[in-house]
């Protein structure tokens, strides 16, 4: 019984707040790094506006940054391969095949 209680230790629950998962638009990244850390300021630039405001920064360490970096391109394969087969399968593509599936 007890065991059946028990969590596993790989595992974390992840919360997202209503208003963290609304999400921000940036169209600009501007990425930065020292020997420990990697900078990641996401940006919205807004055409014929003088300014562009930072809307969210994240600090990573260089393995952290890594990992994102392989997530980020396993993850724009499966969208390439998807894609593909949409347009293999008819000439119009279903948008909900793409829809987030939270893989990192």
């Known amino acids: ?31 930065s790094h020292s020997a420990s850390e990697f900078i990641l300021d996401f940006i919205r630039v ?3 506006a003088p300014k562009a ?5 994240v600090i990573l360490t260089p393995d952290n940054a890594q990992r994102l970096l392989f997530a980020l391109q396993d993850n724009i394969k499966k969208f390439g391969e998807q894609l593909k087969a949409a347009q293999n399968n ?10 987030p599936k939270g893989e990192a």
């Open 1 to 31: 019984m007890e065991n059946e209680k028990q969590t596993n230790n790989n595992e974390i629950q992840i919360e997202l707040t209503d208003e963290m998962a609304q999400g921000t638009y940036a169209n600009l990244a501007v990425i």
């Open 46 to 48: 807004v055409p014929g």
């Open 53 to 57: 405001k930072v809307k969210s920064r």
């Open 90 to 99: 008819s000439k119009t593509a279903n948008f909900e095949d793409f829809a």
